[in-house]
Nanobody, 120 residues
Framework: VQLQASGGGLVQPGKSLRLSCAAS????????IGWFRQAPGKEREGVSC????????WSAGSVKGRFTISRDNAKNTVYLEMNNLRPEDTAVYFC??????????????WGRGTLVTVSS
């Protein structure tokens, strides 16, 4: 499966943004999907993930309560709704197929990232 992240941009602190992870071709509903981010000079980190059916999710502590992951398998798309954005959320965001449980593991099938910049 090939994934493509989109929806990034420049946003002020406290504002919201929604990212999309779309799959080319059918079959996204067979995969758990995770969102990751990489800030300048930092390692890539897991942000959130969702199981293939959407029945279970996991989010990192730094975004819990602000970011919500969801999916629409009919549209072959996974979303990351980001609210109350902070400057430290600035990063390139990626999606990938993952193992999603008590954490996010084993990312593969990386999509091209989308840049989110939070700045006044």
């Amino acid at each position: 499966v090939q994934l493509q992240a989109s929806g990034g941009g420049l946003v002020q602190p406290g504002k919201s943004l929604r990212l999309s992870c779309a799959a080319s071709g059918p079959g996204l509903d067979s995969y758990a999907i995770g969102w990751f981010r990489q800030a300048p000079g930092k390692e890539r980190e897991g942000v959130s993930c969702i199981t293939s059916t959407g029945s279970s999710t996991w989010s990192a502590g730094s975004v819990k309560g602000r970011f919500t992951i969801s999916r629409d398998n009919a549209k072959n798309t996974v979303y990351l709704e980001m609210n109350n954005l902070r400057p430290e959320d600035t990063a390139v965001y990626f999606c990938a197929t993952v193992e999603c449980g008590f954490s996010v593991r084993g990312p593969s099938n990386w999509g091209r990232g989308t840049l989110v910049t939070v700045s006044s």
